[in-house]
């Protein structure tokens, strides 16, 4: 498959071209360094993991943030994606990184087109494991991060059990 990802010189000028915060910015930035130690992690394991598209798609995964901070951020982001002619490769971490993922029943419920919004490949997993460790632009460990989506009445169980699957399955 043929794919032109941007560099992170081009992600970064594209976050500030549609107007993301600096603070925004930071935070993907921040959830960027650790996917790319979470896919490196991966690859010395044996998995098979594009360490550039983490990288790239993790730098992107908020662009939707520069119009909206309400969940639907990832729809509207990845509506800006594809705009802006990003592989959709990348727009799909950027519209399935909410939560550990958002469930077709779920996005009835939200008023979002009915689908499935939840990770399918690696390289999108990962994004969504490290987006949801960094607050604003510091680390926490997955014991903080459960316990803030058990504290969110409206974020599943199956969410969170899923969310530890990662851990398991990606932790460094």
């Given amino acids: 498959m043929s794919r032109q990802l941007p560099s992170e010189e081009e992600a970064l000028n594209l976050l500030a071209q549609v107007g993301c915060s600096k603070k925004v910015v930071e935070h993907c930035i921040t959830v960027a360094d650790l ?3 979470i896919a490196n992690s991966c ?3 044996g998995f098979e993991v594009d360490v550039e598209l983490v990288r790239i798609g993790a ?10 901070h309400c969940i ?3 729809i509207v ?4 994606a594809r705009e802006k002619g990003l592989p959709s490769v990348i727009v799909f971490i950027i519209e399935r990184h909410v939560g550990s993922g958002i469930s077709a029943k779920e996005a009835e ?9 939840i990770p399918e490949s690696l ?3 990962i994004v969504a494991y490290a987006d949801k460790l960094i607050v604003g632009s510091i680390r926490m460990p997955i014991e903080v991060a459960v316990e803030r989506f058990r504290q969110d009445k409206n974020i599943p169980k199956a969410s969170i059990e ?3 699957q990662w851990h398991d399955e990606l932790s460094i």
């Fill in 35 to 37: 996917a790319a130690e």
């Fill in 43 to 45: 690859k010395d394991k």
């Fill in 59 to 68: 730098l992107l995964h908020d662009i939707g943030r520069a119009k909206t």
């Fill in 72 to 74: 639907d951020h990832s």
């Fill in 77 to 80: 982001g990845a509506q800006m």
């Fill in 109 to 117: 419920k939200l008023g979002w087109l009915v689908k499935n919004y």
């Fill in 123 to 125: 390289e999108e997993r």
């Fill in 162 to 164: 899923r969310f530890k």
